[in-house]
């Protein structure tokens, strides 16, 4: 059979036919919808595109007209849980990862692998790193895709995992011992991500027939030495480029997905049109977990609306909270942030990755309860950026202090002036598109080679 060469640009130089893209992802909702948008933008852009992802992320991939290929993988609800339980202790949540991925490793290998296996191109994401070891085996080219500082290697900001110092604030452009610790935190989180997935590695390798992985530095040592391309899905007006590194580490803006279709429940749009915008509390994929955490968060943001005579929007919440006023305090469930936040007077979040995004380009106000790590980086480049109170502690909440909080970011104009002009900033830019240039540029200089022929399938 012949061989297919194509460059990336939407179409072969055999006429007609469409380059095949296979993004490989897991984790939350937080971590799989950016990859639909990202998705999105290279099937408008021409290419085939096929999401390979967990069985629960079939619809929200379909839903945008994209190819879903499932990928055997652990409840995401579980790993969600997995990650409130360790709190601001990532140790603990790696440990908790490994039990949970090791039962699908084998056969997401293979369903990954199937995903994969007419494709040109692979894009994994940290969650998706089985799609590394499918391009590998495949030889054909893969481009990382981050939404969060992790694996970059940059004096300029921290991990996202290890981003504040005790008792500090994330270090963004510090002095020279803090361009040290930057860097060390981004080499520490590679070494915690990499122990944490090194036995399971290790033993799909040995047993799909793949050579064995040096495991002091594990493959991210050879990425960074190669400089292999990897995409950074945020606004470069909320974490600074590292000019020496934007030629194989691209930032792009962010990734966002647009439901233009969605329509509001009509009790939800009667509650915004019947008096001054609300304040809202939603913890992202973390509202549907049961917890003694977030409930309290719950039942504290009631109160603390209460005590600043506020009107309230809870998304995720069952409603169960001990005399909630109903005139005041509205529950909803599934509503797109892009939508919502456009809306409210303040947003009270967790800080992630993607509900912070939506809130720095609406324009609204952020009060910031991290429930982990990376949710304190956000939280704290918020507050860095003016564009919210600094973050709140769970242990330290308190319906007063979270009054505050939300008055403060209501009221304090110059906050709110910020915070438009930097939603501005962001909603100019097309993370999206600059991403599919980015792609084009990185696979373009390898060339994109296909042999019909089958290849050999691992054992």
Not at 136 to 151: C, N, Q, S, T
Not at 354 to 360: D, M, N, S, V
Not at 426 to 437: P, R, W
Request: glycine share 12%; charged share 20%; proline share 9%.
């Amino acid at each position: 059979m012949p061989v297919r060469t194509a460059s990336l640009s939407g179409t072969t130089r055999e006429e007609g036919v469409r380059i095949r893209i296979t993004i490989t992802t897991a984790g939350s909702r937080g971590d799989v919808q950016p990859c639909v948008a990202l998705g999105l933008g290279l099937k408008k852009a021409g290419y085939l595109v096929t999401v390979a992802t967990w069985a629960p992320f079939r619809k929200l991939v379909e839903d945008s007209g994209i190819l879903f290929h499932p990928v055997a993988g652990p409840d995401p609800d579980r790993l969600v849980a997995a990650l409130v339980e360790a709190g601001s202790k990532p140790w603990k949540y790696a440990r908790r990862f490994r039990s949970l991925l090791r039962p699908h490793m084998t056969q997401g290998f293979h369903d990954c692998l199937a995903a994969c296996r007419n494709a040109d191109a692979i894009v994994y994401t940290p969650l998706g790193f089985t799609g590394y070891m499918v391009a590998e085996h495949l030889r054909i080219p893969a481009v990382g895709a981050v939404v969060e500082p992790l694996f970059v290697r940059t004096g300029r900001y921290p991990s996202a995992m290890l981003g504040r110092p005790p008792g500090g604030s994330a270090l963004i452009e510090p002095p020279g011992p803090g361009r040290l610790y930057n860097h060390l935190t981004h080499r520490a989180v590679e070494q915690l991500y990499w122990r944490t997935v090194q036995p399971l590695v290790r033993d799909l390798r040995g047993e799909v027939g793949l050579p064995p992985i040096p495991s002091l530095l594990g493959p991210l040592g050879g990425i960074h030495r190669e400089h292999s391309p990897l995409l950074l899905g945020w606004s470069r007006h909320v974490v600074p480029v590292s000019p020496e590194r934007e030629a194989w580490m691209r930032t792009t803006g962010y990734w966002f997905l647009d439901q233009t279709n969605w329509r509001p429940p009509v009790e939800l749009r009667g509650f915004l049109n019947a008096g001054e915008p609300p304040v809202s509390l939603g913890l992202g994929s973390m509202s549907g977990i049961a917890s003694v955490l977030t409930g309290r968060i719950f039942d504290l943001t009631v109160r603390a609306l209460e005590h600043a005579g506020k009107r309230g929007i809870l998304l995720g919440s069952d409603g169960g909270q001990a005399g909630l006023p109903n005139s005041t305090i509205n529950i909803a469930g599934g509503v797109p942030y892009g939508w919502l936040f456009r809306r409210v007077a303040v947003a009270v979040h967790h800080g992630g990755a993607g509900t912070t995004a939506e809130a720095l380009r609406a324009g609204a106000p952020s009060v910031v309860i991290p429930l982990g790590p990376d949710q304190a980086f956000w939280g704290s480049r918020v507050a860095a950026l003016g564009a919210g109170p600094p973050p709140i502690s769970p242990r330290r909440l308190t319906a007063e202090r979270l009054a505050s909080a939300i008055l403060r970011a209501a009221n304090d104009a110059e906050m709110r002036k910020r915070c438009r002009e930097l939603g501005e900033k962001i909603s100019a830019e097309d993370g999206v598109s600059k991403a599919v240039e980015a792609l084009q540029d990185h696979v373009g200089k390898r060339g994109v080679s296909q042999t019909q022929e089958p290849r050999d399938e691992p054992r």
